[in-house]
Protein backbone atom coordinates (compact mmCIF):
# COMPACT_ATOMS: atom_id res chain seq x y z
CA UNK A 1 0.00 0.00 0.00
CA UNK A 2 1.31 2.98 -1.17
CA UNK A 3 1.08 5.35 2.58
CA UNK A 4 2.24 8.80 1.09
CA UNK A 5 -0.66 8.43 -1.33
CA UNK A 6 -3.27 7.74 0.98
CA UNK A 7 -2.21 10.28 3.52
CA UNK A 8 -2.18 13.11 1.09
CA UNK A 9 -5.46 11.94 0.34
CA UNK A 10 -6.82 11.68 3.69
CA UNK A 11 -5.69 15.06 4.86
CA UNK A 12 -6.73 16.85 2.34
CA UNK A 13 -10.03 15.35 2.53
CA UNK A 14 -9.88 16.39 5.97
CA UNK A 15 -9.11 20.49 5.29
CA UNK A 16 -12.27 19.89 2.83
CA UNK A 17 -14.56 18.95 5.48
CA UNK A 18 -13.39 21.65 7.83
CA UNK A 19 -13.83 24.39 5.89
CA UNK A 20 -17.13 23.53 5.46
CA UNK A 21 -18.11 23.27 8.86
CA UNK A 22 -18.65 26.99 9.47
CA UNK A 23 -21.58 26.75 7.14
CA UNK A 24 -24.18 23.94 7.86
CA UNK A 25 -26.61 25.72 5.48
CA UNK A 26 -24.38 24.26 2.22
CA UNK A 27 -24.90 21.07 0.71
CA UNK A 28 -21.98 18.99 1.74
CA UNK A 29 -21.51 17.59 -1.39
CA UNK A 30 -18.21 15.79 -0.22
CA UNK A 31 -20.22 12.91 1.49
CA UNK A 32 -23.89 13.59 0.26
CA UNK A 33 -22.45 12.03 -3.46
CA UNK A 34 -20.00 9.59 -1.74
CA UNK A 35 -19.97 6.04 -2.90
CA UNK A 36 -18.85 2.92 -1.42
CA UNK A 37 -18.91 -0.39 -2.38
CA UNK A 38 -17.52 -4.08 -2.36
CA UNK A 39 -16.71 -5.97 -5.10
CA UNK A 40 -16.02 -9.87 -4.85
CA UNK A 41 -14.75 -11.74 -7.68
CA UNK A 42 -14.04 -15.34 -7.86
CA UNK A 43 -11.76 -16.47 -11.33
CA UNK A 44 -10.75 -20.19 -12.46
CA UNK A 45 -7.86 -19.39 -14.96
CA UNK A 46 -6.55 -22.28 -17.10
CA UNK A 47 -3.93 -22.35 -19.69
CA UNK A 48 -3.14 -25.51 -21.51
CA UNK A 49 0.48 -25.36 -23.42
CA UNK A 50 1.00 -27.71 -25.97
CA UNK A 51 4.41 -27.41 -26.25
CA UNK A 52 6.79 -29.99 -25.18
CA UNK A 53 7.37 -30.00 -21.30
CA UNK A 54 4.91 -27.49 -20.56
CA UNK A 55 3.10 -27.41 -17.20
CA UNK A 56 -0.40 -26.66 -17.58
CA UNK A 57 -2.15 -23.70 -15.82
CA UNK A 58 -5.06 -24.21 -13.47
CA UNK A 59 -5.38 -22.14 -10.70
CA UNK A 60 -7.97 -20.35 -9.14
CA UNK A 61 -8.03 -17.20 -6.82
CA UNK A 62 -10.97 -15.02 -4.59
CA UNK A 63 -10.18 -11.28 -4.57
CA UNK A 64 -12.20 -8.89 -2.24
CA UNK A 65 -12.15 -4.96 -3.75
CA UNK A 66 -13.40 -2.13 -1.51
CA UNK A 67 -13.98 1.34 -3.86
CA UNK A 68 -14.43 4.72 -2.16
CA UNK A 69 -15.40 7.46 -4.22
CA UNK A 70 -15.99 11.13 -2.73
CA UNK A 71 -18.24 13.61 -4.03
CA UNK A 72 -16.18 17.13 -4.52
CA UNK A 73 -16.40 20.12 -1.96
CA UNK A 74 -18.15 23.20 -2.25
CA UNK A 75 -16.33 26.12 -3.75
CA UNK A 76 -15.04 27.11 -6.88
CA UNK A 77 -12.50 24.12 -6.94
CA UNK A 78 -14.14 21.50 -4.90
CA UNK A 79 -11.94 18.95 -3.50
CA UNK A 80 -12.09 15.12 -3.27
CA UNK A 81 -10.73 11.50 -2.69
CA UNK A 82 -10.77 8.35 -4.27
CA UNK A 83 -9.62 5.19 -2.72
CA UNK A 84 -9.12 1.56 -3.57
CA UNK A 85 -8.22 -1.70 -1.08
CA UNK A 86 -7.90 -4.85 -2.35
CA UNK A 87 -7.44 -8.27 -0.10
CA UNK A 88 -6.57 -11.26 -2.73
CA UNK A 89 -6.79 -15.35 -1.40
CA UNK A 90 -5.29 -18.01 -3.76
CA UNK A 91 -7.59 -20.59 -3.58
CA UNK A 92 -5.94 -23.56 -5.30
CA UNK A 93 -3.10 -24.21 -7.98
CA UNK A 94 -2.22 -27.55 -7.22
CA UNK A 95 1.71 -28.76 -7.64
CA UNK A 96 3.23 -27.97 -10.68
CA UNK A 97 -0.08 -25.75 -11.81
CA UNK A 98 1.09 -22.07 -10.68
CA UNK A 99 4.09 -20.97 -13.26
CA UNK A 100 6.46 -18.34 -10.92
CA UNK A 101 7.94 -16.98 -14.04
CA UNK A 102 5.57 -14.82 -16.54
CA UNK A 103 2.50 -15.60 -14.89
CA UNK A 104 0.02 -13.01 -15.82
CA UNK A 105 -2.57 -14.07 -13.01
CA UNK A 106 -1.29 -14.15 -9.41
CA UNK A 107 1.89 -13.03 -7.57
CA UNK A 108 4.72 -15.12 -7.05
CA UNK A 109 7.21 -16.32 -4.17
CA UNK A 110 10.72 -15.83 -5.03
CA UNK A 111 10.57 -20.02 -4.73
CA UNK A 112 8.34 -19.89 -8.04
CA UNK A 113 5.15 -20.76 -5.29
CA UNK A 114 1.85 -18.76 -5.81
CA UNK A 115 1.50 -16.29 -2.84
CA UNK A 116 -1.12 -17.56 -0.45
CA UNK A 117 -2.53 -14.07 0.23
CA UNK A 118 -2.38 -10.33 -1.33
CA UNK A 119 -3.30 -7.13 -0.12
CA UNK A 120 -2.68 -3.44 -1.65
CA UNK A 121 -4.25 -0.28 -1.83
CA UNK A 122 -3.96 3.23 -3.06
CA UNK A 123 -5.76 6.92 -3.78
CA UNK A 124 -5.73 9.71 -5.90
CA UNK A 125 -6.95 13.10 -4.85
CA UNK A 126 -9.22 15.02 -7.11
CA UNK A 127 -9.95 18.59 -8.16
CA UNK A 128 -13.05 19.84 -9.97
CA UNK A 129 -13.18 23.03 -11.28
CA UNK A 130 -16.36 23.85 -13.57
CA UNK A 131 -16.19 21.13 -15.86
CA UNK A 132 -12.56 19.85 -15.77
CA UNK A 133 -10.99 17.51 -12.76
CA UNK A 134 -7.61 16.67 -12.22
CA UNK A 135 -7.01 13.15 -10.39
CA UNK A 136 -3.29 12.73 -8.81
CA UNK A 137 -2.11 9.50 -7.06
CA UNK A 138 -2.18 5.81 -7.26
CA UNK A 139 -5.04 4.56 -8.18
CA UNK A 140 -5.62 5.76 -11.83
CA UNK A 141 -7.38 3.50 -14.42
CA UNK A 142 -6.73 4.77 -17.95
CA UNK A 143 -8.60 3.73 -20.87
CA UNK A 144 -7.76 5.98 -23.98
CA UNK A 145 -6.43 4.80 -26.72
CA UNK A 146 -2.85 5.15 -26.30
CA UNK A 147 -3.05 3.53 -23.02
CA UNK A 148 -5.69 1.08 -21.47
CA UNK A 149 -5.26 -0.16 -17.69
CA UNK A 150 -6.51 -3.86 -18.00
CA UNK A 151 -9.07 -5.61 -15.67
CA UNK A 152 -8.51 -9.05 -17.50
CA UNK A 153 -7.23 -10.92 -14.42
CA UNK A 154 -7.95 -11.16 -11.06
CA UNK A 155 -6.69 -8.38 -9.63
CA UNK A 156 -7.11 -4.93 -12.00
CA UNK A 157 -3.62 -3.07 -13.02
CA UNK A 158 -3.49 0.39 -11.70
CA UNK A 159 -1.04 3.21 -12.36
CA UNK A 160 0.18 6.50 -10.32
CA UNK A 161 0.73 9.69 -11.80
CA UNK A 162 -1.80 12.70 -12.90
CA UNK A 163 -4.54 12.94 -15.29
CA UNK A 164 -6.94 15.69 -16.18
CA UNK A 165 -10.05 15.68 -18.10
CA UNK A 166 -11.52 18.61 -19.47
CA UNK A 167 -15.18 19.02 -21.00
CA UNK A 168 -15.41 22.66 -20.72
CA UNK A 169 -16.51 23.03 -24.93
CA UNK A 170 -19.32 21.04 -25.62
CA UNK A 171 -18.52 17.89 -27.66
CA UNK A 172 -15.34 17.62 -27.11
CA UNK A 173 -13.51 15.72 -23.92
CA UNK A 174 -9.62 16.58 -23.73
CA UNK A 175 -7.10 14.37 -21.75
CA UNK A 176 -3.62 14.66 -20.93
CA UNK A 177 -1.60 13.65 -18.04
CA UNK A 178 1.62 11.73 -17.03
CA UNK A 179 1.84 8.20 -15.26
CA UNK A 180 5.05 7.22 -13.81
CA UNK A 181 4.89 3.78 -12.19
CA UNK A 182 1.83 1.11 -12.33
CA UNK A 183 1.24 -2.33 -10.06
CA UNK A 184 0.48 -4.99 -12.98
CA UNK A 185 -2.12 -7.67 -12.75
CA UNK A 186 -0.25 -10.04 -11.05
CA UNK A 187 1.63 -8.33 -8.79
CA UNK A 188 1.77 -6.35 -5.05
CA UNK A 189 4.27 -4.22 -6.27
CA UNK A 190 4.89 -0.77 -8.20
CA UNK A 191 7.02 -1.11 -11.08
CA UNK A 192 8.60 1.76 -13.79
CA UNK A 193 6.85 1.87 -16.85
CA UNK A 194 8.64 0.08 -19.87
CA UNK A 195 8.08 -1.84 -23.17
CA UNK A 196 8.42 -5.65 -23.84
CA UNK A 197 11.96 -7.25 -23.95
CA UNK A 198 12.96 -4.29 -21.93
CA UNK A 199 15.53 -4.07 -19.08
CA UNK A 200 15.58 -0.62 -18.07
CA UNK A 201 12.10 1.45 -17.23
CA UNK A 202 10.78 5.11 -16.99
CA UNK A 203 8.96 7.37 -15.43
CA UNK A 204 7.54 9.66 -17.76
CA UNK A 205 4.56 8.73 -19.94
CA UNK A 206 2.85 11.50 -20.97
CA UNK A 207 0.04 11.80 -23.41
CA UNK A 208 -2.58 14.70 -24.85
CA UNK A 209 -5.53 14.34 -26.60
CA UNK A 210 -9.34 14.42 -27.38
CA UNK A 211 -12.73 12.56 -28.50
CA UNK A 212 -14.45 15.32 -30.87
CA UNK A 213 -18.81 14.28 -31.44
CA UNK A 214 -18.79 16.17 -34.83
CA UNK A 215 -23.06 14.80 -34.33
CA UNK A 216 -24.29 11.89 -32.37
CA UNK A 217 -23.35 9.53 -34.73
CA UNK A 218 -19.63 10.51 -35.70
CA UNK A 219 -16.68 10.89 -33.32
CA UNK A 220 -13.27 12.00 -34.69
CA UNK A 221 -10.11 11.11 -32.09
CA UNK A 222 -6.51 12.40 -31.50
CA UNK A 223 -3.91 10.99 -29.22
CA UNK A 224 -0.16 11.51 -28.66
CA UNK A 225 2.14 9.68 -26.27
CA UNK A 226 5.54 9.80 -24.93
CA UNK A 227 6.81 6.52 -23.40
CA UNK A 228 10.22 8.41 -22.05
CA UNK A 229 13.68 6.82 -23.79
CA UNK A 230 11.28 3.86 -25.93
CA UNK A 231 8.77 5.50 -27.65
CA UNK A 232 6.33 8.34 -29.88
CA UNK A 233 3.16 7.32 -30.71
CA UNK A 234 0.20 9.61 -32.73
CA UNK A 235 -3.57 7.53 -32.60
CA UNK A 236 -6.27 9.03 -35.03
CA UNK A 237 -9.78 7.14 -35.13
CA UNK A 238 -12.95 7.62 -36.28
CA UNK A 239 -16.12 6.19 -35.33
CA UNK A 240 -19.33 6.60 -37.20
CA UNK A 241 -22.84 4.93 -36.68
CA UNK A 242 -25.41 4.71 -39.62
CA UNK A 243 -29.16 4.11 -38.39
CA UNK A 244 -30.54 1.83 -40.57
CA UNK A 245 -34.70 2.29 -39.27
CA UNK A 246 -36.34 -1.22 -38.30
CA UNK A 247 -33.84 -1.59 -35.06
CA UNK A 248 -30.53 -1.97 -37.41
CA UNK A 249 -27.31 0.04 -38.08
CA UNK A 250 -24.00 -0.13 -39.03
CA UNK A 251 -21.22 0.87 -37.55
CA UNK A 252 -17.38 1.86 -38.88
CA UNK A 253 -14.45 2.09 -36.72
CA UNK A 254 -11.24 3.10 -38.14
CA UNK A 255 -7.95 3.05 -36.03
CA UNK A 256 -4.41 3.99 -36.66
CA UNK A 257 -1.14 4.15 -34.76
CA UNK A 258 2.20 5.65 -36.23
CA UNK A 259 5.02 4.44 -33.66
CA UNK A 260 8.81 5.64 -33.76
CA UNK A 261 11.68 5.22 -31.55
CA UNK A 262 12.54 8.11 -28.64
CA UNK A 263 15.43 8.91 -26.68
CA UNK A 264 17.88 5.62 -25.43
CA UNK A 265 15.86 3.25 -27.81
CA UNK A 266 16.97 5.15 -31.15
CA UNK A 267 20.29 4.87 -29.85
CA UNK A 268 20.62 0.97 -28.69
CA UNK A 269 21.46 1.71 -25.50
CA UNK A 270 21.61 -1.33 -22.92
CA UNK A 271 18.44 -2.47 -21.75
CA UNK A 272 15.98 -0.04 -23.82
CA UNK A 273 15.40 -2.63 -26.27
CA UNK A 274 12.10 -3.61 -27.78
CA UNK A 275 11.62 -7.23 -28.68
CA UNK A 276 8.94 -6.22 -31.29
CA UNK A 277 6.62 -8.60 -29.73
CA UNK A 278 8.87 -11.83 -30.70
CA UNK A 279 9.32 -11.13 -34.35
CA UNK A 280 11.00 -9.21 -37.17
CA UNK A 281 12.39 -5.64 -36.91
CA UNK A 282 13.77 -3.61 -39.61
CA UNK A 283 16.22 -1.97 -37.32
CA UNK A 284 16.96 -4.69 -34.63
CA UNK A 285 15.40 -3.52 -30.43
CA UNK A 286 13.91 0.06 -32.15
CA UNK A 287 10.51 1.10 -32.24
CA UNK A 288 9.35 1.50 -35.66
CA UNK A 289 5.96 0.74 -36.69
CA UNK A 290 2.66 1.61 -38.66
CA UNK A 291 -0.54 -0.36 -38.26
CA UNK A 292 -4.14 0.66 -38.73
CA UNK A 293 -7.42 -1.46 -38.41
CA UNK A 294 -10.65 -1.09 -39.64
CA UNK A 295 -13.93 -2.56 -38.06
CA UNK A 296 -17.54 -3.03 -40.21
CA UNK A 297 -20.73 -3.91 -37.33
CA UNK A 298 -24.07 -4.42 -38.98
CA UNK A 299 -26.12 -4.77 -36.01
CA UNK A 300 -29.62 -6.31 -36.52
CA UNK A 301 -31.96 -6.65 -33.32
CA UNK A 302 -29.97 -8.70 -31.14
CA UNK A 303 -27.87 -9.88 -33.42
CA UNK A 304 -24.22 -8.26 -34.21
CA UNK A 305 -22.07 -8.98 -37.09
CA UNK A 306 -18.23 -7.75 -37.34
CA UNK A 307 -15.82 -8.20 -40.06
CA UNK A 308 -12.85 -6.03 -39.63
CA UNK A 309 -9.18 -6.17 -41.28
CA UNK A 310 -5.95 -5.00 -39.44
CA UNK A 311 -1.92 -4.59 -41.21
CA UNK A 312 0.84 -3.95 -39.23
CA UNK A 313 3.86 -2.15 -41.32
CA UNK A 314 7.01 -4.56 -42.45
CA UNK A 315 9.42 -2.34 -40.15
CA UNK A 316 8.83 -3.64 -36.59
CA UNK A 317 5.95 -4.71 -34.49
CA UNK A 318 2.66 -2.82 -32.88
CA UNK A 319 4.22 -0.84 -29.29
CA UNK A 320 2.32 -0.95 -26.42
CA UNK A 321 3.22 0.51 -22.59
CA UNK A 322 4.28 -2.42 -20.60
CA UNK A 323 5.88 -2.72 -17.45
CA UNK A 324 9.17 -5.06 -18.57
CA UNK A 325 11.30 -6.54 -16.22
CA UNK A 326 11.86 -3.41 -13.86
CA UNK A 327 12.12 -2.59 -11.00
CA UNK A 328 10.13 0.90 -9.63
CA UNK A 329 13.17 3.27 -10.21
CA UNK A 330 13.31 0.98 -13.20
CA UNK A 331 16.02 -1.49 -13.12
CA UNK A 332 16.62 -4.25 -13.74
CA UNK A 333 15.19 -7.43 -11.15
CA UNK A 334 17.91 -8.10 -9.57
CA UNK A 335 18.57 -12.63 -10.09
CA UNK A 336 17.41 -13.02 -6.58
CA UNK A 337 14.10 -10.65 -6.64
CA UNK A 338 10.72 -11.28 -5.78
CA UNK A 339 8.76 -12.15 -8.98
CA UNK A 340 6.00 -10.07 -8.15
CA UNK A 341 7.48 -6.96 -9.60
CA UNK A 342 7.71 -9.18 -13.10
CA UNK A 343 4.07 -9.29 -13.84
CA UNK A 344 3.05 -6.37 -16.05
CA UNK A 345 0.73 -6.34 -19.13
CA UNK A 346 -1.77 -3.79 -20.65
CA UNK A 347 -4.16 -4.17 -22.86
CA UNK A 348 -4.38 -2.14 -26.38
CA UNK A 349 -7.09 -0.61 -28.17
CA UNK A 350 -7.36 -3.08 -30.97
CA UNK A 351 -9.82 -5.51 -31.78
CA UNK A 352 -7.07 -8.44 -32.42
CA UNK A 353 -6.63 -7.87 -28.13
CA UNK A 354 -8.16 -11.40 -28.11
CA UNK A 355 -8.51 -13.78 -24.91
CA UNK A 356 -4.75 -15.61 -26.15
CA UNK A 357 -3.04 -13.70 -29.20
CA UNK A 358 -2.51 -9.78 -29.88
CA UNK A 359 -1.67 -10.78 -33.66
CA UNK A 360 0.62 -7.49 -34.00
CA UNK A 361 3.86 -9.30 -35.07
CA UNK A 362 5.98 -7.43 -38.22
CA UNK A 363 3.64 -7.64 -41.58
CA UNK A 364 0.94 -9.29 -40.17
CA UNK A 365 -1.86 -8.69 -41.72
CA UNK A 366 -5.23 -10.20 -39.72
CA UNK A 367 -9.30 -10.71 -41.22
CA UNK A 368 -11.13 -11.31 -38.20
CA UNK A 369 -14.96 -11.84 -37.92
CA UNK A 370 -17.26 -11.96 -34.91
CA UNK A 371 -20.83 -12.78 -33.80
CA UNK A 372 -23.00 -11.04 -31.25
CA UNK A 373 -26.35 -12.15 -29.97
CA UNK A 374 -28.15 -10.43 -27.00
CA UNK A 375 -30.47 -12.85 -25.63
CA UNK A 376 -32.62 -9.82 -24.04
CA UNK A 377 -34.82 -10.11 -27.52
CA UNK A 378 -35.86 -13.27 -27.23
CA UNK A 379 -36.74 -12.97 -23.26
CA UNK A 380 -33.52 -13.29 -21.23
CA UNK A 381 -32.25 -9.78 -20.30
CA UNK A 382 -28.52 -9.85 -19.04
CA UNK A 383 -27.26 -13.07 -21.14
CA UNK A 384 -25.39 -12.41 -24.47
CA UNK A 385 -23.13 -14.77 -25.71
CA UNK A 386 -20.52 -14.35 -28.86
CA UNK A 387 -17.99 -16.51 -31.48
CA UNK A 388 -15.56 -14.53 -33.18
CA UNK A 389 -11.96 -16.18 -35.20
CA UNK A 390 -8.99 -14.06 -36.16
CA UNK A 391 -6.31 -14.92 -38.91
CA UNK A 392 -2.98 -12.98 -39.04
CA UNK A 393 -0.79 -14.06 -42.26
CA UNK A 394 2.60 -12.68 -43.92
CA UNK A 395 4.61 -12.50 -40.47
CA UNK A 396 8.19 -11.56 -41.20
CA UNK A 397 10.46 -14.52 -40.40
CA UNK A 398 12.27 -12.69 -37.16
CA UNK A 399 15.38 -13.96 -39.15
CA UNK A 400 15.08 -15.77 -42.39
CA UNK A 401 14.13 -13.22 -45.36
CA UNK A 402 10.99 -14.16 -47.72
CA UNK A 403 9.87 -16.20 -44.67
CA UNK A 404 6.73 -15.59 -43.83
CA UNK A 405 4.49 -17.23 -41.16
CA UNK A 406 0.44 -17.79 -39.76
CA UNK A 407 -1.35 -17.97 -36.93
CA UNK A 408 -4.99 -18.26 -35.82
CA UNK A 409 -7.50 -18.31 -32.98
CA UNK A 410 -11.15 -18.80 -32.01
CA UNK A 411 -12.71 -18.14 -29.39
CA UNK A 412 -16.21 -17.72 -27.61
CA UNK A 413 -17.95 -16.33 -24.68
CA UNK A 414 -21.05 -16.40 -22.38
CA UNK A 415 -21.98 -13.26 -19.87
CA UNK A 416 -25.13 -13.06 -17.70
CA UNK A 417 -26.34 -10.35 -15.09
CA UNK A 418 -29.17 -11.35 -12.72
CA UNK A 419 -31.33 -8.85 -13.10
CA UNK A 420 -33.82 -9.01 -9.91
CA UNK A 421 -34.21 -10.71 -6.32
CA UNK A 422 -31.27 -11.00 -3.67
CA UNK A 423 -28.75 -11.89 -6.25
CA UNK A 424 -29.54 -8.69 -8.66
CA UNK A 425 -26.35 -7.60 -10.16
CA UNK A 426 -24.44 -11.31 -9.38
CA UNK A 427 -22.71 -12.07 -12.87
CA UNK A 428 -21.23 -15.09 -14.93
CA UNK A 429 -18.54 -14.38 -17.30
CA UNK A 430 -17.06 -17.49 -19.43
CA UNK A 431 -14.50 -17.47 -21.94
CA UNK A 432 -12.89 -19.89 -24.26
CA UNK A 433 -9.87 -19.38 -26.51
CA UNK A 434 -7.83 -21.49 -28.85
CA UNK A 435 -4.51 -20.22 -30.52
CA UNK A 436 -2.40 -22.16 -32.95
CA UNK A 437 0.78 -21.00 -34.60
CA UNK A 438 1.86 -21.59 -37.75
CA UNK A 439 5.59 -21.07 -37.05
CA UNK A 440 5.93 -17.81 -35.34
CA UNK A 441 7.44 -19.58 -31.90
CA UNK A 442 4.29 -19.16 -29.92
CA UNK A 443 3.16 -22.25 -28.22
CA UNK A 444 0.04 -23.51 -29.35
CA UNK A 445 -2.76 -22.92 -26.34
CA UNK A 446 -5.80 -23.46 -25.39
CA UNK A 447 -7.59 -20.98 -22.26
CA UNK A 448 -10.42 -21.34 -19.90
CA UNK A 449 -11.52 -18.33 -17.80
CA UNK A 450 -14.58 -18.59 -15.50
CA UNK A 451 -15.40 -15.41 -13.42
CA UNK A 452 -18.16 -14.59 -10.59
CA UNK A 453 -18.51 -11.26 -10.14
CA UNK A 454 -20.50 -9.20 -7.48
CA UNK A 455 -21.01 -5.74 -6.33
CA UNK A 456 -22.64 -4.29 -3.04
CA UNK A 457 -23.21 -0.48 -3.04
CA UNK A 458 -23.08 0.88 0.75
CA UNK A 459 -23.31 4.47 -0.37
Known amino acids: MKKQHLATAIALAALSLHAQADDAAKPQGFLEDSKLAL????????????????????????????????????GMIG???????????????????????????????????????????DANVKLRLSKTELHVGGALFPQLPIMMATDSRAMPQNFDGAMLTSREIDNLTLSAGQLEHSTGRASTNSTALSVAGATEGSNQFRYAGGDYSVNKNLTLQYYYANLENFYNQNFLGLIHVLPLGDDQ??????????????????????????NNNGGYAKHANEVDNVTWSTMFTYQLGGSKFMLGYQSVSDDGGFVMLNQGNVTKDGKPLAANGSNSEDNGGTSFYLYTNSVIGSFIRAGEDTSFGQYTYDFARVGIPGLSAFVNYLRGD???????????????????GVDY?????????FGTTLRTGSYHSGGTGVANQDQTRLIFNYTYNFL
Open 417 to 425: VVQSGYLKG
Open 249 to 274: SFKTDLRYFNSSSDGKNSSGAAGYAF
Open 39 to 74: STRTYYYENDDHSAGANNQRETAEVLKLDYRSGFTQ
Open 394 to 412: NIKDKTLAGVDHTEWERDA
Open 79 to 121: VGVDAQMLYGLHLDGGPGHHPGTGNSFWPSERDNSAEDDVARG
